[in-house]
């Protein structure tokens, strides 16, 4: 039995390797996946690093020089050419110098559309400036009448945020690991269905059933293979994550993602029986489906269950029962892993076993399948 | 010996197999005639146990099939319709993997597979993979793979279809040679001039049951034409999906 597996396992992956196109589309994500999110960050670690100076249109600006500065020191500037300046007009009143010596409130009117979702944190922006002076002036104000401006402020409400820096990366974190479990699926996604219903859409599948081997024999063989090429993309997906993270300028951030060459194996010991899964589900779908098309529709729909498990916990909204679900709970591991935290080993354990149980009950029910002359001939 | 009893298959509201019986002996051609949709590759796909018969058995050397699948599929060698090619192997690696499945270790497997390729005379396409082979060569490659672990029983699903002159002289000759070693052949076929050629022993089926059987010169007899093509069509009661 062992042989005969072997030479089935053996013909998968020779015909799977040939399958060039198969195995790009798989690779290309786990090479552009961690370069796409170091881009991202990059960027935006640029953005908070150096704010762009806010151009807008000021009406009257000569009325309310102390303002103007205020907002200069704001990085909010006039600029006369609208080209380079947002939709955002300040006006300020004819009567502004006169209210403001008088002591009531002077008028300064914000025009823009708070509809537009690119202006809305610039309009934020200047809201707060505004409303920052004018509380200067206020406390100024009262300071000159004799009162201690701190009445104004009936609690002085503290923050002490108890995040190291590691754990302030959480959902940055959740993303690289979510990544990971990703390329598990997606790396070997067109191989699974070419070697189940493509291969039933080429006649090859009864040709090899009607030749002496139990079904089952040809599903683990299948599966077997699906999974070597997941774990070539996870492997794959690991080393280009560990080259190109450490390009980026985490320190800006106060918290770093490294990959350790500890936490590689740590992740393939724990994604191999998620890909054992991932393969035995796929090539369960594959053959559920008429027709490779089909195939494709519905595995794609099925994969929404792993993303979905692996989203509740990158965002952090897993509930206690859903951590001990599989890939839910392996992705935990892996990101307490990363931030150096003690790794949930019972939650692990249980949803390990659980992966497997899993992979067999698929692979059972697709060698079942196989014994229906529906399926093999889609009557 | 390949036995078909009574054979009884409904596929949707279509009765494939109406009752069908006959028997291919060893050492003996037996061709399976019928226009389409009579049944031949249903009838074929039931022997080999790809579809269960509602009803009657079929029996590979007097292994019911149903019953025991594995021992009666080791001694069968099949040439299906369509050929079930895997396009990215070439014919070396599709038949040493067959050949293997059939039962033979790697190093017999090796060898059988080196014969088979001399045998049929297809060394010049035996390293090249089967993507975008021409329908003679895909029809030789399958053929080999039927035929490479010596099997006593061989099915052949119209074996003859888009084969050239010397392709079809091949496999008219190696049919013949199985048949002379003593092994049980039964192919379908819808055209005329081989089985008249090659057969021991037609079966003329038509919506699933028998209609005659006998050697060609006694369902010329049956019929009292003189050629099998008509003794086909008057058997029959129509022309209809003849291609001779």
Partial sequence: ?379 | MIEVINLNKKIGNVNALNGLSFTAQNGKITGLLGPNGAGKTTCLRTVFGLLKADSGNAEIDGIDVANEPMAAKQKLGLFPDPCGLYERLTPREYINFFAQLSGLNATEARQATVDVINKLAMNDIADRRCQGFSQGQRMKTALAQAVVHNPSNIILDEPTRGLDVMSTRILRELLLLLKAQGHCVLFSSHVMQEVAALCDHVVIMANGQVIAQGSVAELCEQAKKETLEEAFVALIGSDEGIAA
């Fill in chain 1, 1 to 379: 039995m062992i042989n005969l597996l072997a030479v089935l396992f053996k013909k998968e992956v020779m015909d799977a390797s040939r399958d060039k196109r198969s195995i790009m589309a798989g690779l290309y994500y786990a090479i552009g996946a961690p370069i796409g999110i170091c881009l991202l960050v990059s960027v935006l670690l640029q953005q908070l690093s150096s704010p762009e100076p806010l151009n807008i249109n000021i009406e009257n600006a000569n009325q309310a020089p102390g303002l103007i500065a205020h907002l200069n020191s704001h990085d909010i500037f006039a600029s006369a050419d609208e080209n380079k300046r947002k939709a955002i007009t300040l006006s300020i009143s004819e009567d502004y110098q006169l209210k403001m010596s008088e002591g009531r409130p002077a008028t300064v009117t914000l025009i823009a559309d708070k509809s537009d979702d690119k202006l809305r944190a610039h309009i934020n922006q200047v809201e707060k400036a505004v409303s920052l002076y004018s509380s200067e002036i206020a406390s100024l104000r009262l300071v000159s009448r004799g009162i201690d401006p701190s009445l104004m402020r009936a609690i002085a409400l503290e923050v002490h945020d108890q995040a190291t820096p590691d754990s302030k990366g959480g959902m940055i974190l959740g993303i690289v690991v979510f990544t990971l479990i990703l390329a598990l699926f997606y790396a070997a996604m067109n191989l699974a269905i070419d070697t189940s219903a493509g291969e039933r859409e080429r006649n090859s599948l009864s040709l090899l059933l009607s030749h002496p081997l139990h079904s089952l024999h040809i599903v683990l063989a299948k599966v077997g293979a699906i999974t070597a090429f997941s774990m070539l993309g996870l492997v794959v997906i690991l080393f280009v994550s560990k080259l190109s993270y450490a390009m980026v300028p985490w320190q800006q951030m106060g918290f770093s993602i490294t990959i350790t060459p500890e936490f590689m194996l740590f992740s393939i010991a724990i994604c191999l029986p998620l890909a054992l899964m991932s393969a035995s589900l796929q090539v369960f779908v594959s053959f559920m489906a008429n027709s490779f098309k089909e195939a494709q529709s519905y595995v794609t729909m099925v994969l929404f269950i792993p993303m979905a498990l692996s989203m509740v916990t990158t965002y952090d909204i897993a509930t206690d029962i859903v951590q001990w679900l599989p890939i839910a709970a392996q992705q935990f591991a892996l990101m307490e892993f990363i931030k150096g935290n003690a790794i949930p080993l019972p939650q692990l354990m249980l949803s390990t076993l659980l992966t497997l149980v899993l992979c067999f009950v698929f692979s059972f029910l697709s060698g079942r399948m196989l014994k229906s002359e529906k399926v093999v001939f889609g009557l």
